[in-house]
Every structure is written in C-alpha cells, then in structure tokens.
C-alpha cells in the first residue's frame, strides 16, 4: 500500500486482501522500538511459511518499499504495489469520522496535500522490480475499486 494517511488502505486490505493475505501494519504496534524492523520480521516470516503478505502503512516512497520488494524477491513472491492516489479533501472526510489512535493528528502535513519533503511521496514505477502497480480509489462509503 502506498498512499496518504486515510487514503483508504486499511478498508481495502480487510475488503480486498485479509482473506489470504497477513497484514502487516505499523499501527498494529505503535509503541515499539524499532518499528520498521518489527515490520521486517513480520514479513519475512509470513513469507517464509508460504504466506502472501500486505503491508498497510502509507510507504511514500522508494526508501520505505525497496526492502519490502527485496523481502519478496528473497522469498519467491511478487510484490504488487497498489497506490492511493492523494485527495486531501476525501482523506480528511475518511479522518474526521475515526476515533481514538484510528484518527491521524495531521493528514498530509500541509493544506497542499504536499509531504514536508516533497521528493519524498512519489508513485510507484513498473520497474524497480514491481510485478504489477494498481491505483485503488476508497469512497466515503469504503466501497473500494481498483484499476489493476
């Protein structure tokens, strides 16, 4: 998954992936030391018994998502990314209705819909070892659909 915070991720991954997928997500252990590695564990050990893995945390750009390319490469799996495509005014819709740790303190960082760097938040190409790229849009109602 890569895309804004309330971009929809989270709805498509229990809509579309949950049944054979394991998520793995960020949220899921907000108070660990080293996240990213947590993460890294999580992964590699789903894929190593065989299991298809989604990761569902907002991977803005390459930095975050090489490794995880690297992991299923390893591990004889595709990696598939699927990409959110920014829209502020539906992110901060889907975030005003979330409660407690759900909510994110700031969508975007800017009225821009602009990461702080901007070089930072990129879409995923084709080659960089992705099998496949789809483009997810997420309703106000979380019906989900995909280009690919």
Not at 6 to 23: E, N, W, Y
Not at 106 to 122: I, S
């Amino acid at each position: 998954m890569i895309g804004l915070q309330a971009s929809g991720k989270s709805t498509f991954c229990r809509q579309v992936l949950a049944p054979d997928h394991v998520i793995v997500s960020k949220d899921a252990f907000p108070n660990a030391r080293n996240r990213q590695r947590r993460q890294m564990r999580l992964v590699n050990e789903a894929l190593a018994n065989g299991r298809s893995v989604a990761v569902d945390n907002t991977n803005p750009s390459p930095h975050e998502w090489q490794p995880l390319i690297e992991a299923a490469h390893r591990h004889g799996a595709a990696a598939v990314g699927y990409w959110f495509p920014p829209n502020l005014t539906e992110n901060k819709e889907r975030n005003a209705i979330r409660e407690g740790r759900a909510r994110s303190g700031v969508v975007c960082h800017a009225e821009t819909a602009a990461p702080p760097d901007p070089g930072r938040r990129v879409r995923p190409p084709l080659h960089g070892h992705l099998r496949r790229r789809g483009r997810v849009r997420c309703a106000a109602d979380e019906r989900c659909r995909t280009d690919g």
